[in-house]
């Protein structure tokens, strides 16, 4: 076997984590089982949906008749204004957590997906992650703006949606990653995401898609069989300092990649997404920052055969056969 055969472990930079790689246990880039998933129609409106324009949501709200993107207060939110008691003295610690909880239809076509919509329609959601971003940053120290898309991801409907959490502290991951960034500048006199953006553009061995401003890639890192960073090929912090053009680009480098990702299994896709960008507690203290959003797909083999965390992934370290290299050369196969 070559050295890039053989089992070795990659650094997520971002992270710090360690992720295990074991090519040898795949004798071709893709193998096992291809089938596509048992799909059916949905119509472009749903009576029973509590998302759909006009519809009654839990509670006794009633949507409005909107037509393209809507913002509401979650229904079910994750995080409240009223704050918890502390024991910051015990053993079992805990501490307030404080925030407020949105969901944003993408659209009011049931039937839509974001992968489905055309340009103009993405852009309108990008400019809302915008706004919010822009708005609730305004009062809470992370503004985190997700989607989780398809059953198999835990999204409760089908409509196209995402939501928007802020908190009034970082959330872990964000915190790690604020930290690995911050590390790196201060040791190496760079930003931690232009070096990687420069080593990958080199090297193409992981670009997916990319345009005059954005790059999507396979991470070096990568721990899901088709995870993909999409990033700006410029120093942006936050998403509301994004201009009209980089919206535009934006829009239409999102279709490629979603396509990409339908055509794999030919299936509606499922993931979860999410953007990453300096806190807003940190103020102006961002130089280290660059935007970023992850897309963490599960599925492995096929339409209905998901990649699961189990066993050594759970008790030691994240663990791939399919190198990062394979999975991007399958999806920039795919691009369109």
């Not at 008691?85 to 997906?113: F, K, M, W």
């Not at 499922?270 to 990453?276: A, E, V």
Request: with cysteine; aromatic share 8%.
């Amino acid at each position: 076997m070559t050295s890039e055969q053989l089992p070795h472990r990659r650094l997520n930079r971002l992270t710090g984590e360690w992720v295990l790689v074991s090519p040898q246990r795949m004798k071709r880039p893709w193998q096992g089982e291809r089938k596509a998933a048992a799909e059916t129609e949905r119509p472009s409106h749903d009576p029973a949906c509590y998302l759909c324009p006009g519809n009654e949501r839990m509670g006794g709200t009633r949507n409005p008749a909107y037509s393209g993107t809507h913002v509401f207060p979650n229904d079910f939110p994750a995080l409240l204004a009223e704050e918890a008691g502390e024991n910051a003295g015990s053993l079992l610690r805990q501490e307030p957590a404080r925030g407020e909880a949105r969901v944003i239809c993408y659209s009011p076509d049931h039937s839509s997906t974001l992968a489905r919509m055309d340009d103009a329609a993405r852009q309108s959601v990008i400019e809302n992650w915008c706004a919010q971003s822009a708005e609730l940053g305004k009062r809470w120290a992370h503004v985190e703006i997700f989607e989780n898309k398809g059953a198999m991801m835990g999204a409760s409907s089908p409509h196209p949606h995402g939501q928007v959490w802020a908190s009034d502290f970082v959330p872990t991951i964000v915190e790690r990653e604020d930290r690995h960034q911050r590390h790196y500048a201060g040791e190496q006199g760079s930003t931690l995401l232009a070096d990687v953006l420069a080593a990958e553009i080199e090297a193409r061995e992981r670009v997916v898609a990319e345009d005059e401003n954005w790059i999507a890639i396979v991470p070096y890192w990568a721990a899901w069989p088709f995870e993909t960073l999409v990033l700006p090929r410029k120093k942006i912090a936050r998403l509301e300092d994004l201009t009209e053009s980089e919206k535009s680009s934006l829009a239409a480098l999102l279709g490629k990649l979603l396509h990409a990702y339908d055509a794999l299994f030919d299936t509606d896709f499922p993931y979860s997404m999410g953007w990453h960008g300096a806190p807003h507690a940190l103020g102006e203290d961002n130089d280290h920052w660059w935007l970023h959003a992850h897309f963490y797909p599960p599925l492995l083999r096929s339409a209905e055969i998901r990649k699961h965390m189990v066993g050594f992934e759970l008790l030691g370290e994240v663990q791939r056969d399919l190198t990062p290299e394979a999975a991007a050369a399958r999806l920039r196969e795919l691009v369109q």
